[in-house]
């Protein structure tokens, strides 16, 4: 195979998709979704279990065929990319299914992988930079989820790709290894390599994702830098306290600008136009009913909470 196709496309997009739809039967998984993932860069898709994040994946790798829409790869469509040899092998792939051959060994299938490369990494330095040489002659149905998670990274990784897609790549992972993981990522990025990420870590997101793309029913509720979905989210306070509590004598005692509301059983939120009348309004309300507010924060949210706001589900 040669090596990745020169330039980009238009705008500097490693991975372009418009209004995609795909269906299961009449059950709708992505419902008309936009992304952009730029050369350089990484997009973190986010959103809770059964989202869309996977099928959008499957999607642009080629996998399945959408109902709806555009996906272009490195200035192609998906459909003629999938087709051809060289455009393939500047992608990268990281899968939670692995899709590896379970009677491999680890460093025998990373130098197969590399052969297939015109200019692929120096196998034995990323193996070692991921501990492989630690269980290099054990199959690969042997191995930990750990184990499999470094060996996947490094199989879509040692093609130098163009475009990569990373499926949760630290899931199973101890921290220095998600540490290393991070690290590889910003290589790549600082090749030029755009990627795709998706990830059930918010703090895995913050600090690698130039965008994050948060999904939720096969639709973008939300799309920006970590930092401008927080800043746009406003103050607010926030507080833990017995689940399903009555909120409706709290909203009468407040401006009609702020809102308060329970995004998660036991999870109370109090947003808007957040001032110290507000703050003590609060207080105020849960001394009445003699509720003891635990974890009680005023401020801007994290990413977590702006993810937990808008799709009322947590990512974990």
């Known amino acids: 195979m040669g090596g990745p196709p020169g330039g980009s496309p238009s705008g500097g997009a490693a991975l372009r998709v418009r209004g995609l739809v795909k269906r299961y039967g009449g059950a ?6 936009d992304l952009d993932v730029a050369a350089g860069a990484v997009t973190a898709l986010l959103g809770p279990n059964g989202a869309g994040k996977t099928s959008t994946v499957e999607c642009c790798l080629g996998l399945r065929r959408p109902d709806a829409g555009e996906v272009t790869v490195l200035g192609r469509p998906v459909a003629a990319a999938a087709t051809d040899a060289d455009h393939r092998a ?11 051959p379970t009677s491999a060994r680890p460093l025998r299938l990373l130098r197969h992988l590399a052969r297939l490369h015109a200019a692929p990494r120096d196998v034995d330095e990323l193996a070692g930079r991921l501990g492989i040489p630690a269980f290099a002659r054990t199959s690969v149905r042997r191995l930990s989820g750990g ?15 163009s475009l990569l897609f990373l499926d949760e790549p630290t899931a199973g992972l101890d921290p220095a290894a998600r540490l290393v993981v991070w690290e590889l990522v910003r290589e790549v990025v600082a090749q030029g390599a755009g990627v795709l990420l998706t990830t059930h870590d918010l703090e895995e997101a913050e600090r690698l994702a130039a965008t994050v793309v948060i999904v939720d029913g096969g639709r973008a509720v939300a799309t920006g830098a970590p930092s401008e979905l927080v ?67 005023v401020g801007r949210p994290s990413l977590e909470e702006v993810f937990l706001d808008l799709t009322g589900r947590s990512l974990r």
């Open 28 to 33: 709708v998984a992505v419902d008309g979704l």
């Open 90 to 100: 500047a992608v990268g792939a990281m899968l939670q299914d692995g899709g590896l």
């Open 147 to 161: 184990q499999r998670q470094r060996l996947a990274l490094a199989a879509a990784l040692v093609g130098r790709p």
């Open 231 to 297: 800043a746009g989210a406003g103050a607010s306070v926030r507080f833990r306290a017995s689940p399903g509590l009555d909120l409706a004598p709290l909203r009468q005692a407040l401006s009609e600008d702020v809102v308060a509301t329970e995004p998660v059983p036991g999870s109370y939120v109090v947003s808007g136009a957040v001032d110290p009348q507000v703050v003590a309004g609060v207080t105020s309300w849960c001394a009445q009913r003699g509720v003891m507010p635990e974890a009680l924060s």
